[in-house]
């Protein structure tokens, strides 16, 4: 069992937990996930580590509301356990010294740039970011996200912050201004990464991508994860999730992603109405 | 477990000979298509005393050689004859930890039974219905033995995987007094046992049961623990302080076709299907939080035990139409023998000499139909079997939403890869001595699906046994200063 021991809404529909896992937080690198399961009755779901802390055995996590589970676990609170959380896995970042790196992050996807960009920022690069989202308070992780890198830009659909626009947009500015970076990592909702990868691939820009695909295992057991990168068949479990952005096929990937849409849907609306009954009998009660 | 039960005469041979097999009661097809109970009700204490008598009690039994284990089965068998069931399935437990589950899955049409000296003739004795009945009955009256250990030697053993051959492995060796930890990766014990043979096959209670017996004899499980990620071999020897390791990690990579449409969404590795429904147990949908989706109707492509399981997986969750794809006939199935009559009975369409060429599918990326080809046999290849060999021009299409890859399974790299000094064939099966079970590196040992590649319950088992024999030794050798921990270069 794995204790929640700290939890904090950073913008609306999202969680940061720290948990209790002590293997797990000394072994941890950037770039890695875990496989986590709620309770006997869950469904496994990949998470990207945000952050460990070796010395106090713990692992940070972002959840972003998006489908029964991770509301679930929006319910778990400090002091609750989770019933598996299993990792680090998948193959870690490689950092290296390449000059300039831009971090281009989206949604929930900034949690897992965090620890890319610091690691990138200790090893001597120059590191621009990029995060954008659909209006100011989605554009999460802003200060930490600042705190490691050179400079920082934000952009937003509606343009409640930062400007107004897309990550891409921002990024095609920088190229403009600053020259051609030395490699670009994205990570995002699959659209984004696809437009960010097809952007970069025009001026031939080193682009890295993190996969986000349906997964049970996590272990490369199921091939359920299965992504076409470079005309070949790769497991993101232990293949990535990071990868070549210029060679992943996305639009295989988005409609992979869609495969349990409607089973995806059921389960969220009957958690909804379970939820907004015991809400309802919790205020009746009180 | 009933004391007192009044056993059955020894009838004269001539007379045994002409008693025929006894049927073991069964849910009937109609009926067990739409649940997931257990398909076979097992025999009731008269009929396996009735099967029982039929057995010849041979000077020099075959169906004994026949056992990968070689327990006495004349000796347990005419046990349960006189009605002495406890005694009976004592008699097994010297060599055979888990009678439950192997009188469940063991093909013992290609054991024991296959040399029984009544199966020419006439039809072999039940062996596994009647090992499968004792372990039962001990299990259910809750009155299992718990065997003697050995005083603590002050040795930890590391056991990776919890599979056959992890489980026997660890049994033996908290027997020999050593201190054994088990790391599973998935969230639950069992290994093929748990995620892959389906509940109406093997009830996930007697796995869980034999586990709790392993708890109860002092070893630890960590679920949850995947070695090469949450720690390697080299951190188990000298962070967590193990003086022995014993991989028992399976064949857990799933195979694929290679075939054009293999990306389209409804494509899925027998792996995916079975951990869906049986581990996550996706058939309570949306009780339990995994889905699974169908459709009306799907193929699955091979015909071994795997592929059984999947098909009639696919039967029992409403497919209206579930077919099997075989590239070879009915008598090169690898299945066990009493799944594939049971298949059959279950309304599954089975298409030999049949190889699927291509998958279709729509513009979302959902499959819609698949291109086989019709196969003729030609020539016996290298391993005797006569080699399909398409027929021109005998191609169809068949509409179909789903299709299920059941074609094997190779070792996962997640812990050799991990392991640097480590032996693999080109396989990547870990290489062992026979007779020690140990690996290329001292110290650490092997056993089942990893060192075998895809074979069957019972082997996996006999190799965990002698895994063990094989680390005792070692560790007395530790122990008096002969050998030492294996250490990796910095
Ligand atoms: C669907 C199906 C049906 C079958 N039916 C039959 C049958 O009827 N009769 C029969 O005799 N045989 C059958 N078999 C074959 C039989 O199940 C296997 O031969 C047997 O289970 C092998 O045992 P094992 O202990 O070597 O490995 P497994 O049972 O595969 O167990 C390996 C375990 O190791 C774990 N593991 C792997 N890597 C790691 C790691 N890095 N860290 C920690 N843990 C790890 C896995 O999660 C797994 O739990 C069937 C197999 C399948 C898939
Ligand atoms: S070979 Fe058959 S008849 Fe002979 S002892 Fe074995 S089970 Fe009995
Ligand atoms: S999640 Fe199962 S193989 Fe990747």
Redo the contacts between chains.
């Keep these: 069992m794995f204790p929640i021991i700290a939890k904090e809404a950073i913008a609306p529909g999202f969680w940061r937990f720290v948990v209790g896992a002590p293997?797990?937080a000394r072994?941890h690198r950037p770039g890695q996930f875990v496989m986590v399961?709620l309770h006997e009755?869950?469904?496994?779901i990949p998470l990207t580590i945000a952050h460990s802390d070796p010395v106090a055995g713990t692992i940070t996590l972002v959840v972003q509301e998006v489908g029964?589970?991770t509301m679930e676990m929006g319910t778990f609170p400090v002091g609750s356990e989770l019933?598996?959380?299993?990792?680090?896995?998948g193959t870690p970042t490689h950092i290296e010294r390449v000059g300039t790196v831009v971090c281009v992050g989206g949604g929930a996807g900034i949690a897992p740039l965090l620890p890319i960009a610091a690691d990138m920022k200790a090893a001597g690069n120059r590191v621009y970011s990029i995060l954008g989202g659909r209006t100011k308070e989605l554009v999460i992780l802003r200060e930490e996200m600042a705190a490691v890198s050179d400079e920082i830009f934000f952009t937003t659909d509606d343009g409640s912050f930062g400007r107004k626009g897309l990550v891409t947009h921002a990024l095609a500015d920088l190229i403009a201004e600053r020259g051609k970076p030395d490699l670009v990592v994205a990570i995002g909702p699959a659209i984004m990464m696809k437009v960010v990868s097809d952007l970069t691939r025009k001026d031939a820009i080193p682009t890295l991508v993190s996969l986000n695909s349906i997964m049970?295992?996590g272990?490369?057991?199921?091939?359920?994860c299965?992504v076409?990168v470079g005309g070949q068949?790769k497991f993101v479990c232990?293949d990535g999730p990071e990868f070549d952005g210029h060679k992943v096929d996305f639009d295989?990937l988005i409609?992979?992603l869609?495969?349990?849409l409607?089973?995806?849907q059921?389960?969220r609306q009957?958690f909804l109405a379970q939820h907004r009954c015991r809400a309802l009998e919790g205020a009746s009660h009180a | 477990m009933p004391e007192e039960t009044v056993g059955l005469p020894e009838l004269p041979k001539k007379e045994r000979m002409k008693i025929p097999r006894h049927p073991m009661p069964e849910q009937k097809p109609e009926e067990r298509v739409r649940n997931f109970s257990e398909v076979a009700l097992g025999y009731t204490a008269e009929l396996a005393m009735m099967e029982a008598q039929r057995c010849l009690q041979c000077e020099k039994p075959l169906c004994v050689q026949g056992c990968p284990v070689e327990i006495d089965i004349p000796a347990f068998v005419d046990l349960i004859r006189q009605g002495k069931f406890k005694e009976a399935v004592a008699k097994i437990k010297e060599t055979n930890t888990l009678p439950a589950i192997c009188g469940r899955v063991c093909p013992q049409e290609d054991q024991c039974e296959m040399v029984c000296v009544l199966t020419k003739k006439y039809t072999p004795v039940a062996i596994g219905r009647l090992e499968r009945f004792v372990a039962d009955l001990e299990r259910e009256a809750g009155e299992i033995e718990m065997p003697h250990c050995a005083p603590p030697t002050g040795h930890k053993v590391a056991v990776i995987g919890s599979g056959p051959a992890g489980l026997t492995c660890a049994a033996d060796l908290a027997r020999l007094g050593h201190q054994v930890t088990i790391f599973e990766?998935?969230?639950k014990t069992g290994g093929v046992l748990v995620y892959g043979i389906p509940e109406f096959r093997l009830p996930k209670a007697i796995v869980d049961y034999e586990v709790e017996n392993l708890k109860r004899m002092g070893v630890e499980i960590r679920?949850?623990?995947?070695v090469g990620?949450?720690?390697t071999v080299e951190e188990l020897f000298w962070e967590y302080g193990y003086d022995a390791v014993f991989f028992g990690t399976g064949a857990?990579?799933?195979a694929?076709l290679g075939i054009p449409g293999?990306?389209f969404?409804?494509v899925?590795?027998a792996?995916?299907f079975l951990?869906?429904v049986n581990l996550?147990?996706a058939y309570d949908?949306?009780?339990?939080?995994?889905?699974v989706?169908l459709g009306r109707r799907v193929a699955v492509v091979g015909a071994g035990n795997v592929a059984m399981d999947c098909l009639r997986c696919a039967k029992r969750l409403g497919a209206q139409e579930v077919i099997c794809i075989y590239r070879r006939t009915r008598a090169e199935s690898p299945a066990r023998k009493e799944e594939l009559e049971r298949a059959e009975e279950e309304f599954i369409d089975f298409r030999w000499l049949s190889a699927p060429l291509e998958i279709y599918g729509n513009e979302?990326?959902f499959v819609t139909g698949m291109r086989i080809q019709r196969m003729e046999l030609g020539e016996p290849d290298a391993s005797g079997r006569r080699r399909p060999v398409p027929i021109p021009g005998s191609e169809y299409d068949i509409e179909v939403d789903t299709v299920i890859v059941a074609i094997g399974q190779s070792p996962?790299?997640?812990a050799t890869r991990a392991t640097p000094g480590l032996e693999l064939n080109r396989h990547g099966c870990i290489v062992v001595d026979q007779q020690t079970m140990m690996s290329s590196i001292p110290g650490v040992f092997a056993g089942g699906d990893i060192v075998t590649g895809a074979a069957t319950v019972i082997l996996a088992m006999g190799a965990g046994k002698t895994a063990a024999r094989g680390i005792h030794e070692w560790l007395g050798k530790l122990e008096r200063g002969e050998v030492s921990k294996p250490t990796w270069p910095r």
Excluded at chain 1, 41 to 44: A, K, M, P, S, W
Excluded at chain 1, 219 to 224: P, V
Excluded at chain 2, 285 to 291: A, E, H, V
């Design positions: 293997e797990i072994k399961l009755r869950g469904e496994r029964k589970t019933q598996a959380v299993v990792g680090p896995l049970i295992d272990t490369g057991m199921c091939g359920c299965r076409d068949t232990v295989l409609k992979r869609r495969a349990f409607p089973q995806e059921e389960a009957r | 990766a998935l969230h679920t949850g623990f995947v990620k949450t720690a857990g990579l799933p694929f293999e990306q969404i409804g899925l590795s792996n995916e951990t869906r996550m147990r949908f949306p009780n339990y939080d995994t889905p989706r979302e990326g996962n790299p997640l």
